[in-house]
């Protein structure tokens, strides 16, 4: 998993609660379990046409948006089913933060062992931020993990709180196989004890 440090980056405002994770990836595309491909999925109701065409109103079709890589969100983010395909499609289309008020438990533990940062703030904000993302091609925020601070366009910066376990396993890189090969040595360790025992 990348190590999660300074994000600064697009980021895209979308106003709309209770996005489940059949709207981030529907159904159809949960056929694989390869974790790339999937960016091509991400928000597909929201941003095609039943043609296929793109849908000139959603906001990561917009020429300021394409290159997102946070997304301001409002309440309750990645509820619905407990598919992990959802951070997989953010991550592979390029968003590594997404900011709300709230989000899912499932989705938010599976974001943090795939290199999405779900940021949580206040209502007041997200209003804020949701302000700053609206501003087309100076809707640039950066994300500080290590300080806890998103700073917008202007100057503010707004706090947001996060577990310190998962703190530094983001700034590190580390989702639950990297946690267990930092004590390799020791389980190494372990099994040749175990072994011997076995054998004497």
């Known amino acids: 998993m990348d190590k999660f440090t ?6 895209a405002p979308l106003p709309i609660t209770n996005i489940d994770t059949d709207m981030i990836i529907p159904k159809q595309y949960l056929k694989t379990i390869a974790r ?3 960016g ?3 928000f597909s109701e929201l941003r095609f046409n039943e043609d296929g065409s793109e849908n000139p109103d959603f906001v990561l079709n917009k020429p300021a948006y394409r290159k997102a890589q ?4 409002e309440d309750n983010f990645g509820c619905g089913s407990s598919r992990e395909h959802a951070p997989w499609a953010l991550l592979d289309y390029g968003i590594r933060c997404v900011i709300s008020t709230s989000f899912a438990d ?3 533990n599976n974001c943090f062992q795939n290199g999405v940062l779900p940021a949580k703030v206040s209502p007041e904000d ?3 931020l949701m302000d700053d ?3 087309g091609a100076n809707a640039t925020l ?10 917008g366009p202007d100057g503010g910066v707004v706090k947001f709180e996060i577990d310190e376990f998962r703190k530094h396993c983001m700034l590190n890189g580390l989702d639950a196989i990297g946690l267990t090969m930092v004590k390799e040595k020791q389980i190494t360790a372990f099994e040749q004890k175990l072994s011997e025992r076995a054998w004497s």
């Open 40 to 42: 091509a999925g991400l």
């Open 133 to 135: 993302a609206s501003r």
């Open 36 to 38: 790339t491909g999937l």
């Open 70 to 73: 946070i997304l301001v969100a």
């Open 6 to 11: 300074t994000l600064t980056g697009v980021a």
């Open 142 to 151: 950066t994300v500080d993990l290590e300080s806890q601070e998103i700073r």
């Open 126 to 128: 997200l209003k804020k």
């Open 106 to 108: 499932i989705f938010y």
